[in-house]
Structures are given as structure tokens and as C-alpha cells.
């Protein structure tokens, strides 16, 4: 069983910058792939990048310049640092990982940009 963990969202300024966290636990082995997804009101779902943990990211072309992903995989953990939100950002951010040819998905986390 895997369980994804995310922290880090809230109220935040045009502008301004947050830093999400998501911690996996549970049978996490062999090669995987973290990363983060987001989903505004009434739009679908869409990539935001993604790491494995050999360290290989992937951004989705409209993500790339103002969030960066990293990853600690001693610890299973993934970060999105977001700078410059707009307030086109805001969604939910989901935490994903795919491992073994299966994707899990954490609960979400509100991120609002406005003034």
C-alpha cells in the first residue's frame, strides 16, 4: 500500500511564491516516478513536471521558468517550488507517483492566488 502526503498550499499573493511538499510511504522500490499535477475549476487535469528518482525531470512546456520540482529519494519525498504565481494558478495540486506500472495519487492541495 502507498500513501501520498502534500502539504504547503494556501492563500497566496499575485506574485509571490509557495513551496509544495508530498511524502510517499508505504512499498516504494525499484525505479519511480514523482511528480505534480493540477486541476483549476472546471478545467481538466494537467501536468505541472515531474522526477524520478535517478533525477530526471520532465515539465509540461507551459510550467517551465517559474516552478521547479526536485526530489529526495532517500526519502521519498517531492517538492514543487512556485514563484511568480498568478492568479491563473490557482487549482488544486495533486501529488502523483508511478511506480511498477501502477499511479497513485495523494488528496490534493488548494492553492489560491489573489489579492
Known amino acids: 500500500q502507498v500513501q501520498l502526503v502534500e502539504s504547503g498550499g494556501g492563500l497566496v499573493q499575485p506574485g509571490g511564491s509557495l513551496r509544495l511538499s508530498c511524502a510517499a510511504s508505504g512499498s516504494i522500490f525499484s525505479i519511480y516516478t514523482m511528480g505534480w499535477y493540477r486541476q483549476a475549476p472546471g478545467k481538466q487535469r494537467e501536468l505541472v513536471a515531474t522526477?524520478?528518482?535517478?533525477?530526471?525531470?520532465n515539465y509540461a512546456d507551459s510550467m517551465k521558468g517559474r516552478f521547479t520540482i526536485s526530489g529526495d529519494s532517500a526519502k521519498n519525498t517531492v517538492y514543487l517550488q512556485t514563484n511568480s504565481l498568478k492568479p491563473e494558478d490557482t487549482a488544486v495540486y495533486y501529488c502523483?507517483?508511478?511506480?511498477?506500472?501502477?499511479?497513485?495519487w495523494g488528496q490534493g492541495t488548494q492553492v489560491t492566488v489573489s489579492s
Open positions: 522526477i524520478t528518482n535517478g533525477g530526471t525531470v
Open positions: 502523483y507517483l508511478r511506480i511498477v506500472g501502477t499511479s497513485y
